[in-house]
Structure formats: structure tokens, C-alpha cells
């Protein structure tokens, strides 16, 4: 019996390590402030859309730090460009929402973890079952809370980010 290809998250720009790109343009940081590109393949055939999320694990704040989600990107959509969380640049695949990050703006965050041990960024794809009846203004934990019950199928990546 022939395995079937699993759900994957790629990016042509990430490896282990964040890239100058990904990292925040202020708190001491001289980064881009862009967010990364991502690709992936091979979605349960049901899928009815797409959610992407990168989350700080290792955030000194008892509860993460949510750097990006963007929720209800179509189900023909299998890539988001670099820099589509910047808002004024319209990069998001129509019918696409970007709510808040835990800056409480929506968009993307980037990384600026302290010093210290690297942090871990994870990146997670959620194939959807249905989209999510939310806004730009829904807090990360309660986008969180629905994609719970509407995911189909996940994949993620895990990057590294430290103060040098």
C-alpha cells in the first residue's frame, strides 16, 4: 500500500534560523519587519480554506507572543508571498483577514526576542474545514479558540531566533 503524501509547510527563504528579514524594525532590532514566505502542499481534499500563524514560544511573557495570523485565505491558495503581513501592501490573497498580533494591531510582528537562550517561532498551516465568521480585530487567542474546531489538518515549521 503506497503512503499517502502528508500535509507540508515549506518556505523558500527559512531554514533553521530567522533571516534579517523576519526580524522586527525597532525594540533594538535593525530588521525588515517582513514576513516570510510560505508555501504548502497536499491538503485533506475537504479543505474549504487556509489559516497561518507564527507564534514565539519562548516569549518572557508567561503566554507566548502571537507574531502573525492571518485567517481565511481560500482554498485554491497555496502560497503567501514575503511581506503579506504588511497591510498597506496588499499582498494577501483576496478574502484574506489579518487580526490582531499580540501588539494588538493586525499585521505581522517581527521577531525581537531578548537575550538570551534562541527563541522558537513556530509556523503553523491550518487547513479549515469552513472559514472563520471573525475580523481584523479578533485577539490571536480567540482566532486560536475557532481554529480549534474547524481545523481539518495542521503542519508547521519551527525556526530559531536570537539577540546576537
Keep these: 500500500m503506497a503512503l499517502l503524501p502528508t500535509f507540508t509547510l515549506k518556505s523558500k527563504e527559512l531554514g533553521g ?5 523576519q526580524y522586527a524594525n525597532g525594540m533594538g532590532y535593525q530588521g ?4 516570510p514566505q510560505l508555501y504548502w502542499e497536499h491538503a485533506p481534499a475537504d479543505t474549504q480554506g487556509f489559516a497561518v500563524t507564527i507564534y514565539d514560544l519562548d516569549a518572557p511573557t508567561g503566554s507566548g507572543f502571537w507574531h502573525w495570523v492571518v485567517f481565511n485565505i481560500p482554498k485554491d ?4 508571498v514575503s511581506g503579506a503581513g504588511d497591510p498597506d ?3 494577501l490573497p483576496q ?3 489579518q487580526s490582531n498580533t ?13 537575550e538570551g537562550p534562541a527563541h522558537r517561532y ?3 498551516v491550518y487547513a479549515l474545514g469552513k472559514q472563520l465568521e471573525l475580523d481584523q480585530h479578533t485577539t490571536p487567542a480567540f482566532v486560536g ?6 481545523t481539518l489538518a495542521k503542519a508547521s515549521l519551527i525556526v530559531y531566533g536570537q539577540k546576537h
Excluded: R
Design 32 to 35: 525588515e519587519n517582513q514576513s
Design 17 to 21: 534560523q530567522l533571516n534579517n528579514q
Design 102 to 114: 499580540d501588539l494588538g494591531i493586525p499585521g505581522y510582528a517581527g521577531a525581537a526576542p531578548n
Design 95 to 97: 478574502g484574506a483577514i
Design 77 to 80: 491558495v497555496h502560497e503567501l
Design 89 to 91: 501592501k496588499q499582498l
Design 122 to 124: 513556530l509556523i503553523t
Design 145 to 150: 479558540f475557532n481554529l480549534h474546531f474547524m
